[in-house]
């Protein structure tokens, strides 16, 4: 299952909460060239790697998609435990942006695609403000994207409006379950 959609909408909280609540689902880890925020530790919520080893893992194919989010950092999902978890029998959930979202569609067409999206675009504005990670800026640039993003909700199987990350998170359980 692959759950994208707008930034700071919450759909790191939800797949977090799933993580943490649903043991059965396994929840792919990225690999980031970003700078870790002070609370993100190494191999639990991404693992950081410089650009070097970024593009060595890139050039052999070792990533199921790739992308660079916010014109500033490049993100992937490692391929290999992709298929691990799937061939286990085990569910497996993606938290990626669209342009990842779509590369996904085209290698594994029989996944689902759930969109996670904000109760309204005002609510969305608050929570990248609320949150204060990012320059204004960088926060400019995310609003930007998150317009573009809300834009590519029909492509998506399901859509989950995130109004509480626990209401949200048990309905897209639900759907991996189903
Ligand atoms: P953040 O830097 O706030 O953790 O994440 C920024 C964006 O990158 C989010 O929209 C998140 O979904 C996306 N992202 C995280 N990991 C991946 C990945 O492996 N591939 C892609 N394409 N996007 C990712």
Not at 3 to 16: E, I, M, R, S
Not at 45 to 59: A, K, L, N, P
Not at 76 to 100: F, K, N, S, W
Request: net charge negative; proline share 6%; hydrophobic share 40%.
């Amino acid at each position: 299952m692959v759950l994208a959609g707008p930034t700071a909408v919450g759909k790191g909280t939800v797949a977090a909460y799933v993580r943490d609540n649903f043991p059965e689902v396994w929840l792919s880890v990225s690999m980031t060239t970003r700078t870790p925020r002070p609370c993100e530790i190494n191999g639990v919520h991404y693992h950081f790697i410089d650009d070097e080893q970024f593009e060595r893992m890139r050039q052999v194919g070792e990533f199921l998609e790739w992308a660079v989010v916010h014109g500033r950092a490049k993100y992937g999902t490692p391929r290999a435990p992709v298929h691990e978890t799937l061939a286990a029998g085990r569910m497996a959930l993606l938290e990626i942006d669209l342009q990842g979202a779509r590369q996904v569609r085209e290698q594994i067409p029989d996944a689902l695609f759930v969109f996670l999206a904000p109760p309204s675009w005002d609510e969305l504005v608050r929570r990248l403000v609320g949150r204060g990670t990012e320059s204004e800026d960088e926060r400019d640039t995310r609003l930007d994207t998150a317009r573009h993003e809300l834009a590519a909700q029909p492509e998506f199987d399901v859509t989950i409006v995130n109004d509480n990350v626990q209401r949200a998170s048990e309905e897209l359980v639900s759907l991996i379950r189903a």
